[in-house]
């Protein structure tokens, strides 16, 4: 259906470019997709939502989750968009997968940017998993300069509870 376009009703523009939707399957899959197409709202009036915080590539995967069309590599190519996506559009389950999947594969290069998605979502066990890297495995002191530049930018609440576990860990030694 949504790759054929049959019966298409609605519109979606991302940030690149559109694709077309079905609104009974977003509104089966999403209570905020149902509440938009249930009141007299403009995406309902003009048949059209706008994701434009979304590529047209992650919104592609976003509908293919919701049509249950699940790819593994469309997936972990764009989870962070998905979770963002989720979160916005209230998919708990989807909100799940990008979470699991997340806490897979954290090294240096990513941890810091897990750790604010997951404070910023309220992902605990990402929040943790990032953590326990971060402060248990001694990854902290090799991100050193990553490290800094997250205390000049990162939520409070975040930074403290970083000190709060680095105080954790070395109460332990």
Avoid at 80 to 97: G, P
Avoid at 158 to 169: G, P, R, T, Y
Wanted: hydrophobic residues 45%; glycine residues 2%.
């Amino acid at each position: 259906m949504l790759a054929e376009h049959i019966h298409s009703d609605i519109t979606i523009n991302a940030r690149n470019g559109s694709i077309t939707a079905h609104r009974a399957v977003l509104a089966a899959r999403s209570p905020v997709f149902q509440s938009m197409f249930s009141h007299n709202l403009q995406e309902k009036k003009l048949s059209t939502i706008n994701i434009i915080d979304m590529s047209l590539d992650a919104c592609q995967a976003f509908l293919s989750y919701i049509y249950g069309k699940f790819q593994a590599d469309e997936f972990l190519a764009h989870r962070v968009a998905l979770l963002k996506a989720a979160d916005k559009y209230d998919i708990s389950d989807l909100k799940e997968a990008c979470h699991e999947s997340l806490m897979e594969d954290i090294n240096m290069k990513n941890v810091l940017e897990r750790l604010e998605l997951a404070h910023l979502y309220g992902l605990a066990r990402l929040k943790s998993g990032c953590l326990r890297y971060l402060v248990y495995f001694g990854k902290i002191y090799e991100i050193n300069q990553d490290f800094n530049l997250f205390l000049l930018s990162a939520d409070r609440e975040l930074i403290a509870d970083v000190f709060q576990e680095v105080l954790s860990a070395w109460k332990r030694l």
